[in-house]
């Protein structure tokens, strides 16, 4: 079993940086591949980035590629996300997603919310 836990939302003006932090259980998280999903309200769940176990590899969605990055710390268990230059339609509940053995795991999400 692995838990999760998010943590680094909160209010910011658009253009401006936060950083979230999820925090993982197991002994074994650096063979989890991670990643960060978004929802906001009245719309589906979607992929914001991905790393790989290594940290070598790294996904983003479109519409935050240039502007978040994604990295992780397998000593501290923890992965983060940059965000950087933020707009109102980042304004979403983010969550932390592993992936090991062919098994998904989530957090319960950390509220992000851009005023513009």
């Known amino acids: 079993q692995v838990q999760l836990v998010e943590s680094g939302g909160g209010l910011v003006q658009a253009g401006g940086s936060l950083r979230l932090s999820c925090a993982a259980s197991?002994?074994?998280?650096?063979?989890?591949?991670m990643g960060w999903f978004r929802q906001a309200p009245g719309k589906e769940r979607e992929f914001v980035a991905a790393?790989?176990?290594?940290?070598?590899?790294?996904h983003y969605a479109d519409s935050v590629k240039g502007r978040f990055t994604i990295s992780r710390d397998n000593a501290k268990n923890t992965v983060y996300l940059q965000m950087n230059s933020l707009k109102p339609e980042d304004t979403a509940v983010y969550y932390c997603?592993?992936?090991?053995?062919?098994?998904?795991?989530w957090g319960k999400g950390t509220l992000v919310t851009v005023s513009s």
């Open positions: 197991g002994r074994t998280f650096s063979s989890y591949a």
């Open positions: 790393i790989s176990w290594s940290g070598g590899n790294t």
């Open positions: 997603n592993a992936e090991t053995s062919g098994r998904y795991y």
